[in-house]
């Protein structure tokens, strides 16, 4: 079995401040996904990665795919209150066809 | 576009007891799938259909039943509901599996006594 573990567990930070959560794994993924989710809703897609050493940017979320992809980070700079949620990441199982969801960050942004 | 819809937000149950928890979506996906997700635990992978007539068992599948009659709907049933089934449960769909988006629908919170 694959699986995902994230790093810290929970963050809690001030506005403006910058952050850097983690996604580990001992299992090589074909691709890795983040995810944010508030109280109350689903998870929503951020970003998709699928080639070892890929950085992504959105706006101020970077996402990073290891080389050896088994593991990626996310960074965000000058984390805003509308940052806030739990950070998922699920990597694409060996055969492509389904997720594995790690445990999640929960971060709180502090205005 | 509604997107995933699912029904009921909440429920509670008695412990034995059955349901069906509905899943809907209207984006012609060919691909659902039920979680549940857990405290400390992330989202666990419970059935999934890769189309209509097709289910298979993902990692928790115990304790659950599904079915895919249509391409829109994925209900989930609970044969006879126990304590540790607990849990928040998200319906997601997605044009195929692999790495395409996934999009989840609200979620329904079900407490089991």
């Known amino acids: 079995t694959q699986l995902l573990e994230q790093s810290p567990q929970f963050l809690s930070i001030q506005e403006g401040e910058n952050l850097t959560v983690y996604c580990n794994s001992s299992s090589v993924f074909s691709s890795l996904q983040w995810y944010r989710q508030e109280p109350g809703e689903g998870p929503v897609l951020l970003v998709t990665v699928v080639t070892g050493g890929e950085v992504k940017k959105l706006k101020r979320l970077t996402f990073q795919f290891g080389d050896a992809r088994k593991d990626s980070s996310l960074h965000i700079t000058a984390a805003q209150p509308g940052d806030t949620g739990l950070y998922l990441c699920?990597?694409?199982?060996?055969?492509?066809?389904?997720?594995?969801f790690g445990p999640g960050t929960r971060l709180s942004v502090l205005p | 576009n509604a997107g995933v819809t699912q029904t009921p937000k909440f429920q509670v149950l008695k412990t034995g007891q059955s349901m069906t928890l509905q899943c809907a979506q209207d984006?012609?996906?060919?691909?659902m799938s039920w979680y549940r997700q857990d405290p400390g635990m992330g989202l666990r992978l419970i059935h999934y259909?890769?189309?209509?007539?097709?289910?298979d068992q993902g990692e928790v599948p115990n304790g659950y039943n599904v079915s895919r009659s249509t391409t829109e709907d994925f209900p989930l049933r609970l044969l006879s509901a126990a304590p540790s089934q607990t849990s928040v449960y998200f319906c997601a769909s997605s044009y195929s599996n692999g790495v395409e988006t996934q999009y989840f629908g609200p979620g329904t919170r079900l407490l089991v006594l």
């Open positions: 984006m012609n996906h060919e691909y």
């Open positions: 699920a990597g694409t199982d060996n055969y492509g066809q389904n997720f594995v």
């Open positions: 259909s890769v189309g209509a007539g097709i289910t």
